[in-house]
């Protein structure tokens, strides 16, 4: 079964960088478009970027152009989402996906998910 771990999230300050990680086990890595997701508190899961299973191809939600780039790497079988010029309104649960070959940006695509890490930006 896939399992995905996340990690890397943390409290920092508005203007501050994060990089997270997420590490898939129990799959083949390389078949996998990852995603990453983001649910703020009382708000419905959005979409933040996704990566091709190959890595040729990234998409990125509105809330991310510009600021965050998602990367993979799969000789160590995960996904990055490095985060520069956090806002307080990134504040929220970050949620990696695995879908096979595929590059969805609707959560309900995906099967596999973890079980996610929190971000939270101060003012």
């Known amino acids: 079964q896939v399992r995905l771990v996340e990690s890397g999230g943390g409290s920092v300050q508005a203007g501050d960088s994060l990089k997270l990680s997420c590490v898939l086990s129990?799959?083949?890595?390389?078949?996998?478009?990852m995603a990453w997701f983001r649910q703020a508190p009382g708000k419905d899961r959005e979409f933040v970027a996704v990566?091709?299973?190959?890595?040729?191809?990234?998409e990125y939600g509105d809330l991310a152009k510009g600021r965050f780039t998602i990367s993979r790497d799969n000789a160590r079988n995960t996904v990055y989402l490095q985060m520069n010029d956090l806002e307080p309104e990134d504040t929220g649960d970050y949620y990696c996906?695995?879908?096979?070959?595929?590059?969805?940006?609707?959560?309900?695509?995906?099967?596999?998910w973890g079980q996610g890490t929190q971000v939270t930006v101060s003012p």
């Open positions: 990566i091709s299973w190959s890595a040729g191809r990234t």
């Open positions: 129990g799959g083949d890595f390389g078949r996998y478009g």
């Open positions: 996906a695995a879908d096979l070959f595929g590059t969805q940006q609707k959560p309900q695509k995906y099967d596999f």
